[in-house]
C-alpha cells in the first residue's frame, strides 16, 4: 500500500469513478490508475469497487469504509507536512482562502490588507464561489478557511464560527419614490419589480420567506451571483435591487440610494470555517483572528482539532 493508491481511491470518488479524470487529476495513466486499483486489491484481498465489465460504477461496503480511513490518513500526510513547514518556514508559505463574492469584495479587503502587512512573505489564494462550492474546497483540502453566509454550518466535518451579522437593504436610482417614503413597507417594495440574489446565495430564501409571511409575491424579474451586477441594472433603472447591506458603498455607488430594510428583513449571518482535523499554519489562526477577534487561536483548535 502507497499514497498514490490512497490518492487514488480518494480522487475515484471526486472524479465520479471516470479512471481517465482521475489520470488527469493525478498527472498519470489511466492504465496505471487500473494497475494501481488491481494491486491494492490484490493486497487487501477484497473488491473496493462495484464494477460493470470494466467499468467502476460505485465503491463497496467494504470500499465505503476504507475511504473514510484514506481521508483520514490524507488529512494526516498534510497535516506533518504543515507541522515541518510551521518550524522551518514560520513566517512564509501559502494560505488559501474560499469566499462568496459580498466576502471576497466588501469584507476581505480590510483583512488581507491587514495580514499582509504582517506576513508579506505568505502567498494568499483567493477562490470565488458558491457557498456548496466554499464547503467542497474545504472538505477535499483544497481551501484552508473558507467565508460564506449558507452551507458551513450544516456540515459536521467543518468547524463553523459566526462572523458576523448582517441584513438585506434596498437600493435604488436616486430620486426613486421608494426613497420619498418615511418608512418603508414590504407591499411598497413588492410593487416594483426586484433584481436580487440567485437561490442559494446571499440568504435569498430568507429573503422570500419575509414576503411569503407577509401574503405578496414579489416579482423578481432577474437574480445575479453578486451585488455588483445587481447594482448595475438598477442603475439602468430595470428594476430595485434588494442586496446585502454590507454590499454598498456611498463613495463608489454615486447613482444609487440604499434604503434601510433593517426593520423588514430578517437578520443573517457569515461563518467562517475550517475542516475538522485540519492542522493549521499559525498565520492562519492569525488571518483568522483579523477576521474576528474574538476567533482566538485556542478558541478555533479547540473546535478544528475535535474529530
Known sequence: MNFQQLRIVRETVRQNFNLTEVANVLHTSQSGVSKHI???????????????GKRLLGLTDPGREMLKLVERMLLDANNIKNLADQYSQQDAGQLTIAATHTQARYI???????????????????????????????????????????????????????????????????????????????????????????????????VEKVFQEAGLTPDIIMSALDADVIKSYVELDLGIGIIAAVAFSPERDT?????????????????????KGHLLRRFAYRFIEICSPELTEARVVGQVSDV
Open 38 to 52: 488491481k494491486d491494492l486489491e490484490d493486497e487487501l484481498g477484497v473488491e473496493l469497487y462495484v464494477r460493470k
Open 108 to 206: 476581505l479587503p480590510r483583512v488581507i490588507t491587514a495580514f499582509k502587512k504582517q506576513y508579506p512573505k505568505v502567498h494568499l489564494r483567493l477562490h470565488q464561489g458558491s457557498p456548496k462550492e466554499i464547503a467542497q474546497l474545504l472538505l477535499e483540502g483544497e481551501a484552508d478557511i473558507g467565508l460564506a453566509t449558507e452551507s458551513l454550518g450544516e456540515m459536521e466535518e467543518l468547524a463553523a464560527f459566526p462572523l458576523y451579522t448582517w441584513r438585506h437593504a434596498v437600493v435604488v436610482p436616486k430620486n426613486h419614490a421608494l426613497a420619498s417614503l418615511k418608512k418603508l413597507t414590504l407591499e411598497a417594495i413588492a410593487e416594483y419589480p426586484i433584481i436580487t440574489y440567485h437561490e442559494g446565495f446571499t440568504g435569498r430564501a430568507r
Open 255 to 275: 447613482a444609487l440610494q440604499l434604503l434601510d430594510g433593517s426593520h423588514l428583513f430578517l437578520e443573517n449571518q457569515t461563518k467562517l470555517a475550517v475542516r
